[in-house]
């Protein structure tokens, strides 16, 4: 089945402690669409300036992503600029330009009316909300938001999320949104505001799921090289959000899995800049990582 991705699109500058890269590609779209595109048909829906390199236009579609709900407007592309400091967990905001983004309203093209995943990446909830509009009656959708629209627009978080399935934040928001420091107590919160399924991710401390009587943790893969954790989040949605649309159900099991290959592509994501790691991956590099979450997480003697 088909993934329809909404979000944002841009030229990042980044810098950690193991490089810097200049207007390299990314955003909340560019990154969920490419690791969602090694299980479904992915259709995108974002805006670009003038600038925006032809050749990284030509490689989404190389991965058979449909551009057609991609705009090109006269301007120059969202642009933003962070430095991570040494844990990689913690990073300065250099710069942020909206540019042609600053006015984007996403037009959902009539043939991507009836996608039945929808990922709404981390736009205005306003944004999000006429999104679910103009597209009919989807079999499951999926949302990421950050703080900003949680302390600036409540209201209108608070509609979209009684209109969603599951919700993808970090544990930083997860905690902001239901006023409440215990993150188990804080996703039976969130369950209550309207999306049934709960996604915690914790960064290198894995991601945690809460559903319905369901609590899952997935570990995160044990990397020796991490070089940009820019878009793992967004990676994660991708890998999570893909594999629920090639299967085309939302059972217990295939969220479980689900869960599991979004860990997975955020863990190949980081380890180079931008999608560098992500360009080009093998179906062997995904499936023997599968396989080596399985072992790390695999109990076979009961308690006694």
Known sequence: M???????????????????????????????GVAASYFADVRLVGVVGEDF???EIAFLRSRNIDLEGLEIKAGESFRWGGKYHLDLNSRDTLFTHLNVFETFQPVIPEKYCDTPFVFLGNIGPDLQLDVLKQVRKPQFVALDTMNYWIERTPAALSRVL??????????SEARMLAREPNLVKAAKLIRKMGPRIIIIKKGEHGAVMVSDGTFFWAPAYPLENAFDPTGAGDTFAGGFMGY???MGKVDDDTLRQAVVYGSIFASFAVEKFSLDRIRDLHEEEIRQRFTEFQAMTRFIQPWV
């Not at 909404?6 to 890269?21: A, C, H, K, Q, Y």
């Open 244 to 246: 629920l649309a090639k």
């Open 162 to 171: 009684e209109r969603i399935d599951v919700l993808l934040v970090n544990d």
């Open 53 to 55: 390199p032809q050749a």
């Open 2 to 32: 088909s993934l329809l991705v909404v979000g944002s699109m841009g030229l990042d500058t980044i810098e950690t402690p193991f490089g810097r890269v200049e207007d390299v590609i990314g955003g909340t779209a560019i990154y969920c």
